[in-house]
């Protein structure tokens, strides 16, 4: 049967990875931070899904909701409002400043809803983001992502440019040269600067303090929104509610996803009440099929009641220094570990290989080897910058699956290390 599984599986699946192939496991179930195979192995899954389920898998509290709210109300005429709907918005307002809400399935749908508005508000067209930038995989989201898929689709939408991400302490310096390169390039219409406050496909690269802020000035002084992309980083999982409140800058617009449906389609753009009465009077229009669904409302309150119950913020702190410390001892006994970065439970751990030798290779055996020992571990491999470990295990994960996760991963490096006689 399992042969005949992936002989379905290759014939019948249309392969969307990339140069990546599928994982050779056949998932039946997963609870809490463990995935469970068909063939009964338990697999510690430090990646939370896609990045998303930051409650663990299975949570029985989200069980319940999906129960009750499906057998009542799932899906509705998207000009119809339900309480679930009303009462996510009201509950968004509460955790951060900005007060309207748009609720919506993906994290590329909020960004191109993001972009749409503040192209709608400001008149402008022009949109900046950062080169190692992943905003989605539609047309404006995939316009304004730099990381990868850019080449063989033809041409992007038109007006957008990228930045360098900061590096070092002359951060400064180089913002400002790379908005003089913008001036220079544009028709005089930039819209809006679309960032995430730590790349996550990029390579888990923190922003340094002070930048966010010099940034929005870079906006204001353009009449350009600042619009923040908190898809992995909202909502708890680096210590705070928001990436963005640890440095006291306030966005235009805020994008949402992954994290607020804790593994099920739900996203959402925050907004002022003045941006989003001037788009009401321009006629703003973004109707999909499923925006306002009350079903995913549901589920995105539960999490919100659960992140705040379980003040699983604080938690995420606390967890983080005991991941961070881990994979510092690790760092220490591998010199195959170039780097450490990321907050709280976001952690990015890059992979140095000697010359001859492929960082990506290196990684590609690790990711391997962890799995075969039942860790599953996402890694970033992009040209020219190697491989970087996302870190991001459930924000429920207990100290005692740290520890698991950091030994395998541990033993791993050494296996992978030794099979290249690194």
Not at 74 to 89: I, K
Not at 194 to 220: F, M, N, Q, T
């Amino acid at each position: 049967m399992t042969t005949q599984f992936w002989a379905d599986a290759d014939r019948h699946l249309v392969r969307y990875l990339g140069a990546g192939t599928f994982t050779r496991e056949i998932i039946a179930g997963a609870s809490g931070s463990f995935l469970h195979t068909e063939d009964g192995r338990k697999i510690l899954d430090f990646t939370s899904g896609q990045m998303s389920a930051i409650l663990g898998h299975s949570h029985p509290e989200i069980v319940a909701t999906v129960q009750r709210q499906v057998a009542s109300l799932d899906h509705l005429f998207s000009g119809m409002l339900t309480r679930p709907v009303v009462d996510l918005a009201r509950k968004l307002a509460e955790t951060q400043p900005l007060e309207k809400a748009l609720l919506l399935t993906t994290g590329a749908e909020s960004n191109e809803a993001a972009l749409r508005l503040a192209k709608l508000v400001t008149g402008k067209h022009e949109i900046v983001s950062f080169a190692r930038s992943w905003h989605g995989m539609t047309q404006a989201a995939a316009s304004a992502t730099y990381s990868a898929g850019r080449k063989g689709y033809g041409p992007a939408a038109p007006g957008n440019f990228a930045i360098p991400v900061p590096a070092g302490p002359d951060w400064q310096a180089q913002l400002d040269l790379a908005f003089d390169l913008i001036d220079a390039q544009s028709v005089g219409s930039l819209a809006a600067c679309i960032i995430e406050p730590i790349l996550s496909s990029g390579g888990v690269i923190d922003l340094p303090l002070g930048y966010l802020e010099a940034l929005k000035a870079k906006c204001r002084h353009r009449g350009m929104l600042l619009i923040l992309d908190e898809a992995q980083t909202g909502l708890c999982r680096t210590g705070t509610w928001y990436a963005f409140q640890r440095d006291n800058v306030v966005p235009d617009i805020l994008t949402l996803s992954k994290t607020l449906g804790a593994g099920l389609p739900l996203a959402a753009v925050l907004t002022t009440p003045e941006i989003e009465q001037e788009a009401h009077d321009r006629g703003f229009l973004f109707l999909t099929t499923h925006v306002s669904d009350p079903l995913v409302a549901a589920v995105g309150n539960t999490v919100i009641d659960v992140l705040t119950r379980d003040h699983l913020d604080e938690r995420a702190t606390k967890l983080g220094a005991t991941l961070r410390a881990g994979l510092d001892a690790i760092a220490a006994r591998h010199q195959a570990v170039g780097d450490i970065r990321g907050r709280g439970l976001l952690a990015g751990l890059e992979l140095t290989a000697p010359p001859g030798r492929s960082a990506d290779e290196l990684g590609a055996l690790v990711t391997q080897r962890c799995l075969a020992l039942g860790l599953h571990m996402n890694i970033v491999q992009l040209p020219g910058m190697g491989g970087v470990f996302r870190i991001a295990p459930p924000l429920t994960v207990t100290e005692k699956e740290l520890a698991l996760g950091l030994e395998i991963l541990d033993e791993a490096l050494g296996d992978a290390s030794s099979h290249l006689g690194l």
